[in-house]
Structures are given as C-alpha cells and as structure tokens.
C-alpha cells in the first residue's frame, strides 16, 4: 500500500545513459557566434491574471550543452533585454540557434509563448546582422497555427570565423590539456563530471531533487536542492580511469530526497 502511494506521487528516478566519448564528434570548433538579444514585442498574454512574465532561451543545434537563458522581464509584453551570448560554431554549414520565448511561472511548467529557428549559413561572416523574427506555433513552415500572430523577437548576430593560426577564446575552451593528476593510472585518466541544472523536473509533489552518478562501479551525488523543479547544482565530481572510456558510459539519475523520517525515493521507470 505504501509503495503504491509513492508511485502515485512520483515519477523518479528518471535515468539516462551518456556515452563518454563521442567516436562521432570529430567537428573542431572554427568560430564564435555572438547573439544580442535585444527586445521581444506584441507578445501575447498567456496568464489569465496579469501579464506574462517572459524570457528567452537560446541553444545551438549539434552541441550538448544546456541551454541559455535571458533574465525574466515581469508584467511586459514588450520586454527590452539587450542580453549577450557567445556559441562556440563547429558546422557553420548546418548548425542552427533555436530561439524559445516563455512565460515564467513561479509554480507550475513555463508555457512557451512562441519560437524561432535562424540558420548559421545565412550570416555574412564578420559582419553584424540585425533582424526582427516573427515568433512561431512550431518549426513547421506550413502549420496553419503559425499564421496566428505571436509577437517578434529583435536580434543582432555576428559570426566570426577562426582564423588558421588563432585558438578557441580561454573561457570557452573545452579541450585544454593539463599535466595529469598525482596518482593517475598509466594510460588512464581523471574524468570530470559537471552537473549543472535540471528544468521541468516531474512529479506534482516531489521535494529536494538530487543527482545521482555510475560509473563502473563508483557513485557521486550532489547535494538535494529543496523544493524546486527548476534545480540548479553547478558542482563537480572526479571519476579516476585505469583506460580511456571508449566503451563507456555514465549513468546519470535524478532522485527525490524525502523530507522528515522519509528515505530516499525510488520508485519509478527508468528511461533510456
């Protein structure tokens, strides 16, 4: 009966397997993008109260890490951000940014309010491109729920291209290599795991989300955060490797820390 009930509340752990090495990611980096995203207007209301509350999230296509993220304007249906970004470019052929505007919510999911798609190879390179965005239902050009009026967004972008004898910048390097630890296995080496955020975490009453990490055996967690589904953890874990880790991968885990005499909550359906 106990079980049963926890069920009910939640929908943890959800799992995911990360390769460690990418034998496909073969692509070196050959230039930065800079966005600037200026303003959004004509916004339409998604609260049944009040305005909404919007920002943007901003993700280039073929790379793995999160996305970024605006700062929230509250009450504005014409917010003015003139927020900047950087993206390392390893494809200027085929990568594209994909551009969300959502309606923050205090409790509850973030309703998206509209998006955009803009690819690289339209842009000059070296050469600053400002434009206004119509805001989309979805992607597809011929969806007739696109022909609704959502609102724009306003961005200014600049490709740079590398040149032949110039590095990626020291902030956005991935791939500096470092003298190895002491006590690093011959032909092994250290891996750094670095668990950054979760966004629309599952479960209607879960509390005090936590990650939890597998690798051939050892574990790693991070500290619970209370009370949140959007959890932000930004900590580190090393995982010492007596070969490099061709073959394998990490488990990944997000948990619920019960509160009070509650244990550890696991009940749930893994997903690949």
């Known amino acids: 009966?106990?079980?049963?009930?926890?069920?009910?509340?939640?929908?943890?752990?959800?799992?995911?397997?990360?390769?460690?090495?990418?034998?496909?990611?073969?692509?070196?980096?050959?230039?930065?993008l800079h966005v600037k995203v200026v303003k959004a207007t004509d916004l339409k209301k998604k609260d049944m109260m009040g305005k909404s509350d919007p920002y943007v999230k901003?993700?280039?296509?073929?790379?793995?890490?999160?996305?970024?993220?605006?700062?929230?304007?509250?009450?504005?249906?014409?917010?003015?951000?003139?927020?900047?970004?950087?993206?390392?470019?390893?494809d200027p052929e085929s990568q594209v940014l994909e551009l969300s505007v959502y309606d923050w919510e205090k409790v509850g999911s973030h309703e998206r309010m509209g998006i955009q798609a803009y690819h690289l190879k339209e842009l000059t390179p070296s050469e600053t491109k400002s434009f206004t965005l119509n805001l989309l239902k979805t992607i597809d050009p011929n969806d007739p729920q696109n022909l609704k009026p959502r609102g724009q967004i306003t961005l200014e972008m600049t490709y740079n291209p590398f040149k032949e004898d110039e590095n990626l910048p020291a902030d956005e390097e991935d791939s500096v290599v470092e003298k190895a630890p002491e006590g690093t296995p011959a032909g092994g080496g250290l891996l750094v795991v670095r668990v950054i955020e979760a966004e629309d975490v599952e479960g209607k009453?879960?509390?005090?989300?936590?990650?939890?990490?597998?690798?051939?055996?050892?574990?790693?967690?991070?500290?619970?955060?209370?009370?949140?589904?959007?959890?932000?953890?930004?900590?580190?874990?090393?995982?010492?490797?007596?070969?490099?880790?061709?073959?394998?991968?990490?488990?990944?885990?997000?948990?619920?820390k019960g509160s009070g005499l509650a244990l550890h909550s696991r009940v749930g359906v893994p997903t690949p």
């Open 1 to 32: 009966m106990i079980k049963e009930q926890v069920a009910n509340l939640y929908l943890w752990p959800k799992t995911l397997e990360v390769p460690i090495l990418d034998q496909r990611a073969t692509h070196k980096p050959v230039g930065m």
């Open 58 to 90: 901003l993700k280039l296509t073929g790379e793995k890490l999160p996305s970024k993220k605006t700062t929230v304007k509250l009450s504005n249906l014409n917010p003015e951000w003139n927020e900047e970004f950087n993206f390392v470019v390893k």
């Open 205 to 256: 009453h879960h509390t005090n989300p936590y990650v939890r990490l597998l690798l051939k055996g050892e574990e790693r967690k991070t500290k619970p955060i209370k009370k949140n589904r959007d959890p932000r953890w930004d900590q580190e874990f090393e995982f010492m490797l007596e070969d490099p880790p061709v073959n394998d991968k990490i488990h990944v885990e997000v948990m619920s």
